[in-house]
């Protein structure tokens, strides 16, 4: 059974840092793109970033590129997003999703519970 | 980007009825088209990938049918649990949502 386990959420100033983990188990991590997709409080969703199977290719949206870097352990199985400069409009529920296999991507077949980031003075 | 346009924003129907989910990309995806569940305090569940194929464990009264630029999520007799939002979403160049539909009950 596939599981993805988010934490790292929490309260941030404006400009502030926070890293989101994902530990993930039940498939082949190797193989599969991850990806980072949020929705802010009684919105709709927004995806964030993304990271193929080998860790060598990376994606993000307009909105977060040069403020969060995604990256991956393979020993560990997790997946991390750092998250620099937040803004108020960062704030949102972070979910962790597993995608389509190698470097393709862009469908989430299974989500972590999510993880609240919240950006406030 | 592309735009996914949901239509209606909210569809209100009785258990039992036939709901019918309208998605329109501002260009065409090709087939690349998937649709998301979500419930309050939940995160969302993939239902249909590639326009038409079923996720794993999903009900056969889930159905996606479409190509290009028009798409459609039927779920042929709603049953208590399936109300709830429904996204689209395309896998172009960016990956984007629909704004969701709403399946209420009457």
């Known amino acids: 059974e596939v599981q993805l386990l988010e934490s790292g959420g929490g309260l941030v100033q404006p400009g502030g840092s926070l890293r989101l983990s994902c530990a993930a188990s039940?498939?082949?991590?190797?193989?599969?793109?991850m990806s980072w997709v949020r929705q802010a409080p009684g919105k709709g969703l927004e995806w964030v970033s993304v990271?193929?199977?080998?860790?060598?290719?990376?994606h993000y949206a307009d909105s977060v590129e040069g403020r969060f870097t995604i990256s991956r352990d393979k020993s560990e199985k997790t997946v991390y997003l750092q998250m620099n400069s937040l803004r108020v409009e960062d704030t949102a529920v972070y979910y962790c999703a597993k995608d389509l296999p190698g470097s393709r991507f862009g469908e989430a077949h299974n989500w972590g519970q999510g993880t609240l980031v919240t950006v406030s003075s | 980007e592309i735009v996914l346009t949901q239509s209606p924003a909210t569809l209100s129907l009785s258990p039992g009825e036939r709901a019918t989910l309208s998605c329109r990309a501002s260009q065409s995806v090709s087939s690349y088209l998937a649709w998301y569940q979500q419930k309050p305090g939940q995160a969302p569940r993939l239902l249909i990938y590639?326009?038409?194929n079923r996720a794993t464990g999903i009900p056969a009264r889930f159905s996606g049918s479409g190509s290009g630029t028009d798409f459609t999520l039927t779920i042929s007799s709603l049953e208590p649990e399936d109300f709830a939002v429904y996204y689209c979403q395309q896998r172009g160049n960016w990956p984007t949502f629909g704004q969701g539909t709403k399946v209420e009950i009457k």
């Open positions: 990271i193929s199977g080998s860790g060598e290719t990376t």
């Open positions: 039940g498939f082949p991590f190797s193989s599969y793109a």
């Open positions: 590639d326009a038409s």
